[in-house]
């Protein structure tokens, strides 16, 4: 929105003198499409400059970039306010953008249009673009949190995948979940029991050996 509303004030900068006097709105000269050096220095000069950062607002999708055109923006506005004041360090008219036409509340008007109330309007939207680029959003940090999250993801993981033959897995497991826990139980309990059989079968032979085995014949 920054952008187009700079657009549209460069626009304005740069057509109103040349159009404003069709309804009496103008500097002197007050001829339509009149093009004069004060004009070019004063008027179409920050008029491109606003038109120009209001572009590269818009299309840039790179903070640097964004930031120039707004710093841009600023400085053509700050210019329509000042520019008239400066003039005479390069040229000896004093009054190079002209005088205003009309009456009391027309020159007002006109002097408002023009130069300070524009460069002022211009400043307060770039500075506005500025203030929102420097800061990163809510947005700005929700979009970037799934990469951060991949990034751990791949951190945790990555002991895992490399654990070959008689590495210590568990020790990369910081949390079992609940079913390697059980699954621990189960072959506990399994190793329990096959010790339990192991030792019952090896009492049994020993019980076995030691009966003495006869011979089949009887003393009579």
């Known amino acids: 929105m920054s952008g187009v509303l700079l657009v549209l004030l460069g626009i304005w900068g740069g057509l109103i003198p040349l159009v404003g006097p069709y309804v009496h709105y103008a500097y002197t000269p007050n001829h339509t499409w009149t093009i004069t050096s004060g004009r070019i220095w004063l008027e179409f000069l920050p008029a491109a400059g606003t038109l120009l950062g209001g572009l590269i607002l818009l299309a840039s999708r790179l903070r640097p970039m964004a930031l120039l055109g707004g710093s841009l923006a600023v400085v053509s506005g700050a210019w329509f306010a000042v520019g008239g004041a400066l003039a005479p360090l390069w040229t000896h008219n004093l009054h190079a953008q002209g005088f205003p036409i009309g009456g009391h509340i027309a ?45 751990r993801d791949a951190d945790e993981t990555a002991p895992l995948s490399g654990a070959g033959v008689g590495s210590d897995t568990t020790a990369t497991s910081r949390w079992p979940s609940p079913l390697t826990n059980s699954m621990r139980r189960v072959a506990t309990s399994k190793g329990t029991d096959k010790a339990d059989d192991t030792a019952a079968t090896t009492t049994a032979g020993k019980s076995a050996s030691s009966e003495p085995i006869s011979s089949g014949t009887s003393k009579s």
């Open 107 to 151: 020159k007002a008007m006109e002097q408002i249009g023009f130069f300070p109330g524009l460069g002022v309007a211009i400043v307060l939207i770039a500075s506005i673009a500025l203030g929102r680029l420097s800061l990163v959003s809510v947005r700005d940090a929700t979009v970037a949190e799934p990469g951060v999250a991949t990034v």
